[in-house]
């Protein structure tokens, strides 16, 4: 079983920062790409960013030039740094690697930006 384990989720003001984390297995992190999804309120859930082994990304367009995905090796952990935030990124943010027919999933971690 995949285990995902997701934190740093929370409540920011408008053009704030958060650090989403996401840690697995060492078997898990280094032979998949790993990434984030999110899913807002009245919405299908949708690509945030993608990391591959060898460290090439991939964003979606809503999120380029604030958002940073990384990974630590030495941890097992995949990262999201979040910046420039706004209330159109509220949503429940879920850790994600390609195992699966479904793929594998985090139990997902909320971020709310409001005033």
């Known amino acids: 079983q995949v285990q995902l384990v997701e934190s740093g989720g929370g409540l920011v003001q408008p053009g704030g920062s958060l650090r989403l984390s996401c840690a697995t297995s060492?078997?898990?992190?280094?032979?998949?790409?790993m990434g984030w999804f999110r899913q807002g309120p009245g919405k299908q859930r949708q690509l945030v960013a993608l990391?591959?082994?060898?460290?090439?990304?991939n964003y979606a367009e809503s999120v380029k030039g604030r958002f940073t995905i990384s990974r630590d090796n030495a941890k097992n952990t995949v990262y999201l740094q979040m910046n420039n935030l706004g209330p159109a990124d509220t949503a429940v943010y879920y850790c994600?690697?390609?195992?699966?027919?479904?793929?594998?999933w985090g139990q997902g971690t909320q971020v709310t930006v409001s005033s």
């Open positions: 994600y690697t390609p195992i699966g027919a479904a793929g594998s």
């Open positions: 990391i591959t082994t060898e460290g090439a990304t």
């Open positions: 060492e078997s898990i992190f280094s032979h998949n790409v």
